[in-house]
């Protein structure tokens, strides 16, 4: 890849983590913010965010330079908007679903190529959960 359009991926990536990070505050200055309760309201019901696109932020942004500013963006869309947990609750049996789903997959095909596209697959969830259940620990433990 050239270098300038790398340098221009590199910064729409970061200014792209940046627009997430302060659409997740809520307070710019202690006179200039908006109530907690209602920019929940707001986030939730614009679907600024939701579990999945959380979840693909912690995977993209969740390790590395970022992980602070992960951790405070999660921490304060779950805050501000309890609705969130109430989501990511109801995500977690779908996302078992899925691997039992790919498991029985292999089972019935017994094809070697296939499981390593499943296992491929497989991986790909446990690193996107691992990536948001680390995010989340920080948050929890940090708040």
Do not use: W
């Amino acid at each position: 890849m050239p270098s300038d359009v790398r340098d221009c991926q590199m910064s729409l990536h970061r200014l792209f983590f940046l627009v997430c990070l302060r659409s997740s505050t809520h307070r710019e200055s202690p006179s200039n913010f908006i109530e907690g309760k209602v920019f929940g309201d707001i986030l939730y019901e614009n679907y600024i965010f939701d579990i999945p696109r959380l979840m693909d932020i912690c995977v993209v942004y969740g390790h590395g330079n970022d992980t602070a500013l992960v951790s405070k963006m999660i921490g304060n869309v779950f805050q501000q908007q309890p609705k969130y947990s109430d989501d990511l609750r109801a995500v977690v049996p779908t996302i078992e679903k899925v691997v039992i789903l790919i498991l029985l997959a292999f089972i019935v095909r017994r094809d070697i190529v296939y499981f390593v596209d499943l296992t491929s697959n497989i991986i790909i969830v446990i690193f996107l959960l691992s990536c948001f259940v680390s995010v989340r620990v920080c948050v929890i433990y940090d708040g």
